[in-house]
């Protein structure tokens, strides 16, 4: 691939051909990407989840403190889950809750924070 326009189709196509569910969130935990897989696993339409808190993700008690967490991680670089993955659990548009393992990565795009959680 020679340009950005081609890198970026490819990573579409690969994002939309994923069976993970892939989530992006800015640094407040705002939800910028969900792929489709992820809209499945959690029973929202993408359209639903772009914009919202990640923390619609998750069980009340978990949501309560994942902030902190994120806040914690980003003053720090201390990491409880980042780069390592831990077993926790899932809660869909339904209110069901179900396990999933997440694997979260950190980067900074632009100056800004963004997480990734596979």
């Known amino acids: 691939m020679t340009n950005a326009h081609e890198d970026s189709a490819v990573l579409f196509a690969i994002l939309e051909a994923a069976v ?3 989530i992006v969130s800015d640094g407040q935990g705002t939800i910028l990407r969900a792929i489709p897989a992820a809209a499945k696993m959690f029973k929202y339409d993408v359209a639903e989840m772009v914009g919202q808190s990640v923390n619609m993700l998750m069980p009340q008690a978990l949501a309560e403190i994942h902030d902190g967490f994120m806040s914690h991680h980003i003053e720090t670089g201390e990491k409880r889950i980042i780069g390592i993955g831990r077993d926790v659990e899932g809660q869909r548009k339904d209110s069901s809750v179900f396990p999933l393992h997440l694997s979260v990565g ?3 795009v632009s100056g800004q924070h963004i997480f990734i959680g596979i």
């Open 20 to 22: 993970d569910a892939i």
């Open 106 to 108: 950190h980067s900074e």
